[in-house]
């Protein structure tokens, strides 16, 4: 395009090379960035593994619930290792009801186990930070049983059980 003063008039603009060139660099680091993300999103433990943790802890502080209720016998011991939980059960004479369950809680790897009768061990709870068990005794028998345990990588952390038991079983 002439002007009318006869000299020519030129557009500020980008050529087709530094568009196509702007382009590539900029995809490239686009692409940099969101595998940068991708990795970054992986180290964060999800919604959704910290809820299943928090469910497994809430479940077993239930199932040792049920399970106290049940007891006949009671031994609690605690040492610089962690501490142990024995519980006999009353036998209803159903097939399959376990006689004794035996709850350890290891210190040193932070684990809590569950063995049932002369069946392996296994692991119910990881990451515990703490396992606190206190009877209330009434004449040498239990009547209520305080529970507390404090789980890393839960929402809630520290989960608590009140115990009332009906059967008031023998503490050994």
Known sequence: MVSTSGMA???GGFTLVEVVTSLSIMSVLLLGLSGAVMIGSYA???????????QRAIDSINQIRSELREAITITHRTGAGG???????????????PGMITYRY????GILTRKVDVQDA??????????????TEDGGNASVVYLRMTVDGTIQTTY??????PYRPETL
């Open 160 to 165: 608590e059980m009140h115990a009332l038991l």
């Open 106 to 109: 290891i210190l040193s790897s």
């Open 44 to 54: 964060i433990p999800s919604v959704m593994d910290t809820g299943q943790m928090d």
């Open 83 to 97: 501490a142990k939980l024995e519980i006999q059960i009353n036998d209803t004479g159903v097939l399959g009801t």
């Open 9 to 11: 008039y030129t557009r």
């Open 122 to 135: 296994e692991t119910i709870v990881s990451g515990l930070d703490d396992f606190f068990v206190e009877l």
